[in-house]
């Protein structure tokens, strides 16, 4: 059961972190957008049109009904404004939310929503520029380590021993392929992003999100493969939204389907 020390409808407080999703969501497109544009020094500046620049005032940057309200277009340049702004924020509105009906009032679920906002950064960044940020994935290292040694419900060392074996595995596994295919296959991103993901969730999670995203990766490679007439080995592909995808499915599977986890376990 859900502990809840502050007695609100359940509703309101899953409403609560709908809204407050849909506020970082629309962060999360400033940071993927910026943070690819090198221009991070205006990191924080006022949201503006990506074509005309024109700065886009308070009441017209709000989160999800914004875009709906002009049509997904500029309200100066009348140029389209991409469908991914409120498919960003939807995305992470869904995740706070759900994310707060699975995990509850713990502190846990402070860890899981920056953790959830970094992976969705993350991933639309490595979608575009096949590249995963140092300044996420190492400051989410060290966040998961910090979190662990703070946070009373979690083990320092399943933190620890995740960190280590999460990117160890990745570096073995890159290790070989280059070995075998004599260039490299997976970026030291995802290795980060590994070892990250080792650190929030612990070593126990490692075997589940390594083999989810390895089945959703092979799975959908083939289809961009069959799509493109490309060889599947000939295609670089982003690995990390598999990842954050898997590492977000297995908090879930711990939290509320955990028997799925009993069967991985037998493996
Ligand atoms: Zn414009």
């Known amino acids: ?9 359940l509703w309101i407080s899953a409403g609560y972190f709908f809204i ?5 969501g629309s962060f999360a497109n400033v940071l993927i957008y ?51 702004y409120p498919l960003v924020e939807l995305l992470t509105s869904c995740l ?36 995963l940020p140092d300044s996420l994935t190492l400051s989410g290292i060290l966040l998961g380590l910090l979190g662990a040694w703070l946070n009373p419900e979690r083990f320092f060392i399943d933190s620890f021993l995740g960190f280590v074996i999460g990117g160890g595995i990745l570096l073995l596994i890159s290790y070989l392929y280059y070995l075998i295919r004599k260039k490299e296959g997976m970026g030291g991103g995802d290795i980060k992003m590994m070892a990250w ?5 612990g070593w126990q999670s490692l075997f589940f999100v390594l083999i989810s995203s390895c089945f959703i990766g092979s799975f959908l490679g083939t289809l961009i493969m069959l799509q493109s007439n490309k060889k599947f080995f000939d ?22 389907f955990d028997f799925v986890l009993d069967f991985f376990s037998f493996l």
């Open 1 to 9: 059961m859900r502990e809840t020390f502050i007695s609100v409808p």
């Open 20 to 24: 407050l999703g849909s506020f970082f």
């Open 34 to 84: 910026r943070m690819q544009s090198e221009k991070t020094t205006n990191l924080f500046k006022r949201s503006y049109c990506p074509h005309c620049f024109y700065n886009i005032p308070f009441y017209l940057n709000i989160p999800l009904f914004s875009w709906f309200f002009l049509k997904g277009r500029c309200r100066n340049c009348s140029k389209k404004i991409s469908f991914r």
């Open 96 to 131: 706070f939310c759900s994310l707060y009906l699975a995990i509850g009032w713990k502190w846990f679920l402070l860890e899981a929503l920056i953790f959830a906002f970094f992976l969705v950064v993350c991933s639309f960044i490595d979608l575009d520029q096949m590249i």
């Open 197 to 201: 993901i080792g650190a929030v969730l």
């Open 235 to 256: 295609k670089a592909f982003p690995f990390g939204p598999y990842l954050a995808f898997s590492a977000i499915v297995y908090i879930f599977l711990e939290r509320k």
